[in-house]
């Protein structure tokens, strides 16, 4: 494992709401993966980022975006949240042979 | 874009008993990767599958891959209480978009001891 961290673990926040989750890796892979897993589904794919730059996006709308920062490190925001906002957010990083997810930030919207 | 189609959506088993999820596609697969998912967890990748055919053995885990790359199973000998997981497939996007993972929905495995 690479040590992929999400902060924070749990949120609550309601709808209308604005939300930032965070995640970080010791790895120094320079692409990182966001996606939403909700209950009981496999994780759809929300964007990837690659040096800094938005390189790929899956169905998801604008309110959905992200930035990567120099040391790889990234955010995903959500605005103008709605209930079906309510998800584990997962990001990854890695490599052509694999990807690393981190332990993933539940959002509850109420 | 491709999906796969994972089945069956749910297996219990006795502890002991073999596994078995396979992940199916219409259309030939470049790479099918396969990932594990304890419960309350988060994806765990197990392997990649590239060529034609392939086997490969993680101790009682075995993969394989289609010849003609358009399906690829998981096949678990002897399952343990340990194994307890969703077990998806997935493929991924080529170049630098290699980030991008399309999953199947997932095999919920449950073993009774």
């Known amino acids: 494992e690479t040590g992929v961290t999400q902060s924070p673990t749990h949120l609550i926040k309601t709808r209308g709401q604005q939300v930032t989750l965070r995640c970080s890796s010791q790895s120094g892979h320079n692409t990182v993966s966001w996606y939403q897993q909700a209950l009981g589904q496999g994780p759809q794919f929300i964007f990837q980022y690659y040096r800094e730059e938005e390189n790929g996006r899956g169905n998801f709308p604008p309110r959905f975006s992200g930035l990567q920062f120099p040391n790889y490190s990234s955010e995903l925001n959500v605005n103008a949240l709605e209930l079906d906002d309510s998800a584990l957010y997962l990001c990854?990083?890695?490599?052509?042979?694999?990807?690393?997810f981190g332990p993933g930030t539940r959002l509850l919207v109420l | 874009g491709q999906q796969v189609m994972q089945i069956p959506q749910y297996q219990h088993v006795q502890e002991g008993e073999d596994f078995t999820t396979y992940c199916n596609s219409s259309t030939t697969l470049s790479n099918i990767q396969w990932y594990k998912q304890r419960p309350g967890g988060h994806p765990v990748f197990l392997i990649q599958?590239?060529?034609?055919?392939e086997v490969k053995k993680q101790k009682r885990l075995t993969f394989q891959f289609g010849e003609a790359k358009k399906n690829s199973s998981l096949h678990i000998t002897a399952t343990q209480t340990t194994d307890v997981g969703t077990y998806f497939c997935a493929l991924r996007a080529g170049g630098t978009s290699y980030g991008k993972l399309t999953f199947g929905q997932g095999t919920i495995l449950t073993v009774h001891p």
């Open positions: 990854a990083t890695g490599s052509l042979e694999t990807q690393y």
């Open positions: 599958l590239v060529k034609s055919g």
